[in-house]
């Protein structure tokens, strides 16, 4: 399983499921994050957390915890 956690800078990716229940699972959706969007990875802080997403034309920083929870392919 591929995670968006595990996606190397300037990768575009396409979700495919959300792991994760109750508030993690909303708060990722409410984010613009839902199956089938596409994901461009724009960069990595400089200690590795957060990184910075692009999705539906804007740009999102994401704690790779969270990215964990994002399959992608």
């Known amino acids: 399983?591929?995670?968006?956690?595990?996606?190397?800078?300037?990768q575009t990716v396409e979700v495919?499921?959300?792991?994760g229940e109750?508030?993690?699972k909303r708060r990722?959706?409410?984010?613009?994050i839902t199956?089938?969007?596409s994901i461009?990875?724009?960069k990595?802080?400089?200690l590795g957390d957060p990184m910075e997403i692009n999705l539906?034309?804007?740009a999102l920083s994401l704690r790779k915890n969270d990215a964990a929870c994002i399959e992608v392919y």
């Not at 399983?1 to 300037?10: A, E, F, P, S, Y």
């Not at 495919?16 to 792991?19: A, D, F």
């Not at 990722?28 to 613009?32: A, K, Q, R, T």
């Open 1 to 10: 399983m591929k995670t968006l956690k595990d996606v190397r800078i300037g």
């Open 16 to 19: 495919k499921k959300i792991h």
């Open 22 to 24: 109750g508030p993690l």
């Open 28 to 32: 990722i959706m409410d984010m613009g």
């Open 35 to 37: 199956k089938g969007v």
């Open 40 to 42: 461009h990875v724009r």
């Open 44 to 46: 990595y802080a400089p």
């Open 56 to 58: 539906r034309g804007y």
